[in-house]
């Protein structure tokens, strides 16, 4: 039962975080931009590319709900998915940011 309780707030937290960060990328999208933050400093991204950067971290939304679902399920179809939803959205980001760069 404390298991239970453990990762019930575990998940709640992450709810919360996955939450605000929709209502932030959705706020992005509406405004035509991105803001893409790293440890080395932030990256802002308008136009075009912004549709890119803003999809990719889309992506990693869904990525991460995968993963918590293949935590639950164990299902090898969860595990591929995660894995490559993952890799196209970092794919994205990546082209996104260089293609703001130019």
């Known amino acids: ?5 453990i990762y019930g707030a575990g ?17 992005n999208i509406s405004s035509e931009q991105a803001v893409y933050g790293t440890k080395y400093g932030s990256y802002y991204v308008s136009g075009p590319p912004s549709i890119l950067v803003n ?7 869904v990525s991460l709900m995968s993963y918590i679902g293949y935590l639950f399920n164990r299902s090898s ?24 760069q130019l």
Request: glycine share 14%; net charge positive; aromatic share 10%.
């Open 77 to 100: 179809i969860l595990a591929q998915s995660y894995k490559i939803v993952g890799a196209l959205s970092s794919v994205l980001i990546g082209v996104g940011l260089a293609w703001a």
């Open 1 to 5: 039962m404390s298991k239970f309780i």
């Open 11 to 27: 998940l709640l937290i992450v709810a919360l975080v996955v939450g605000l960060l929709l209502f932030l990328t959705f706020e």
């Open 55 to 61: 999809g990719g971290i889309l992506g990693m939304l």
